[in-house]
């Protein structure tokens, strides 16, 4: 399997997958739409074990929510990844991926906070909350 990789903005970040990405999610929830400055963030998990990441002294993080964490390079601001406490996954965004994931879209969750001015226009299943 080809190794998937990315990186953030300013490149003092990298990371590299050696697994399988899961199935691609797009959130529009609140805490989401702040963080990444947009109408919707699109991530997937990806196991700790395929994970390998360079430059971790450049990332800092935000406990958006208790015991959840969502990291971000703290030079450029890209957010990488969000990480939740005594999970053996965490949860890649997908904007930082340099290389094609081979993964599948799944659908959009938390569209019950989705912001009033975008309209969603896919044929994915829409979730009000998560899942
Ligand atoms: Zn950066
Ligand atoms: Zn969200």
Known sequence: MEVITGSCLCSKVKYEISGEVGDIVHCHCQTCRKAHGSAFSS????ADTDFKLFGFEHLNFYESSEGKKRYFCSHCGTQIYAKRDGT????????????????REKNHIWVSQKASW???N???PEVNEFK
Request: charged fraction near 20%; hydrophobic fraction near 40%; glycine fraction near 4%.
């Open 118 to 120: 975008y309209d969603i």
């Open 43 to 46: 991530v997937a998990s990806v």
């Open 122 to 124: 896919s044929q994915l």
């Open 88 to 103: 053996r996954h965490l949860i890649l965004r997908l904007g930082s991926l340099d290389t094609d994931p081979n993964a």
